[in-house]
């Protein structure tokens, strides 16, 4: 099918004659183009015309707990449309880049880092797979460690299958010789919410790091936070904030922020108000649109700037529409969102997830439409596209 041209949109000029899209679409996932495993109607349909149209477009979502060429071949066979890694960002994509750290961080790459979250050794296959070469989970620790948790004798232990041995051994009577966790990374939503939560505030609690020992700073009303995590601690990290999130279960299921909130509540119980200090990406919060933007700049490149030795100067992007399901992280981060680039990011709310038909959602989208295909059509219109989405 050839493209379609653009028409003129309120005087605005249109796009070049070789149909070059100057919009695109960021699309959550669970809620919005599946439900549960299952694709959700229209949505094959959706991904498709704009693949045939050439309309570029990424996935954007919150979840993850699998290596992004997993998900997007999985995808790919459900939706029917040939995804990438390209166009595809997941909750902890971004963790990619501090393995040679940031502006903030040092370069984790040879770092012990404490990895939690996701069904069994996904996540931590997955952090290695970004360049992390020292992975380290819970279950490692209560394996080689079973009084740090007087409960572990309840936990499944057929999900524990594929611990390793700790790379130091825990002593927390010689600490210099013991094991040291350097960043906790919460990749997905965890499975052993008592097991995890109680790692993380040894940790969080400790000197240096150090499992087992516990910092001399710690309620020191001299130091900043009362001297709460300011001896070293690892610095923690959230992949995404959301509450709830849209399963096969006909209401919406707690989800990483049910996790996150009660690590807050413990932490505030142990530390009498403390500050919790933590580093949270995902949608609604900017970096996360921020690096999506510059993967859908470069993906849009790839896509619409002609191959081999024919290239086509590609057009600033003008608009995203980003289509979601959960107006407090899908709906709030496209609002809020400044483009450095300028890009407008236009919100659009699909009743197909967690937000519910007749409540007033917090966060007000620019429409609310039933379904994903028909927040396609929507913005076509806008765009003044002159095409029919069957």
């Given at each position: 099918m050839a493209p379609h041209t653009r028409q003129f949109r309120n005087g605005s000029t249109a796009v070049a004659v070789d149909g070059m899209p100057s919009f695109a679409f960021a699309f959550d996932i669970d809620g919005v183009?599946?439900?549960?495993?299952?694709?959700?109607?229209?949505?094959?349909?959706?991904?498709?015309?704009?693949?045939?149209?050439?309309?570029?477009?990424?996935?954007?979502?919150?979840?993850?707990?699998?290596?992004?060429?997993?998900?997007?071949?999985?995808?790919?066979?459900?939706l029917g449309v040939p995804l990438t890694e390209e166009n595809f960002v997941q909750s902890h994509t971004p963790f990619k880049q501090l393995v040679e750290g940031s502006e903030t961080v040092e370069s984790l790459k040879d770092k012990t880092i404490l990895v939690t979250g996701g069904d069994g050794e996904k996540c931590r296959k997955v952090a290695e797979m970004y360049g992390f070469t020292n992975v380290v989970t819970p279950t490692?620790?209560?394996?080689?460690?079973?009084?740090?948790?007087?409960?572990?004798?309840?936990?499944?232990?057929?999900?524990?299958?594929?611990?390793?041995?700790?790379?130091?051994?825990?002593?927390?009577?010689?600490?210099?010789?013991?094991?040291?966790?350097?960043?906790?990374?919460?990749?997905?939503?965890?499975?052993?919410?008592?097991?995890?939560?109680?790692?993380?505030?040894?940790?969080?609690l400790s000197k240096g790091g150090v499992l087992g020992t516990v910092s001399e700073k710690n309620g020191d009303p001299s130091l900043p936070n009362n001297g709460w995590q300011q001896d070293g601690q690892p610095k923690l990290f959230f992949s995404n904030p959301d509450l709830f999130w849209a399963t096969s279960h006909h209401m919406p299921r707690l989800g990483q922020g049910g996790f996150q909130a009660s690590l807050r509540g413990i932490w505030d119980e142990t530390t009498g108000g403390a500050v919790l200090e933590r580093t949270v990406i995902g949608k609604p919060y900017p970096e996360t649109y921020k690096y999506a933007e510059r993967v859908l700049n470069k993906h849009r490149a790839q896509m619409l700037g002609g191959n081999g030795e024919v290239k086509k100067k590609v057009s600033r992007l003008e608009r995203v529409f980003m289509v979601g399901d959960n107006p407090e992280s899908d709906i709030r981060g496209a609002n809020e969102f400044e483009s450095p680039h300028g890009t407008e990011w236009t919100s659009v709310l699909v009743k197909t997830g967690v937000y519910h038909d007749g409540r007033h959602p917090k966060y007000a989208p620019k429409v609310i439409v039933n379904d994903v295909l028909e927040a396609v059509k929507w913005a076509l219109r806008e765009e003044g596209w002159n095409g029919v989405v069957d």
């Open positions: 183009l599946l439900r549960s495993s299952a694709p959700l109607p229209g949505a094959s349909t959706a991904l498709e015309y704009l693949h045939n149209n050439s309309i570029p477009f990424i996935l954007l979502t919150n979840g993850g707990g699998k290596h992004e060429s997993t998900r997007v071949a999985e995808l790919s066979k459900k490692d620790i209560m394996m080689a460690y079973p009084s740090i948790w007087p409960f572990s004798l309840a936990v499944d232990f057929t999900a524990v299958q594929g611990h390793r041995p700790l790379p130091t051994n825990v002593d927390h009577m010689n600490p210099s010789k013991s094991l040291k966790i350097d960043a906790i990374f919460v990749f997905n939503d965890p499975r052993d919410w008592a097991l995890d939560l109680q790692i993380i505030l040894d940790l969080l």
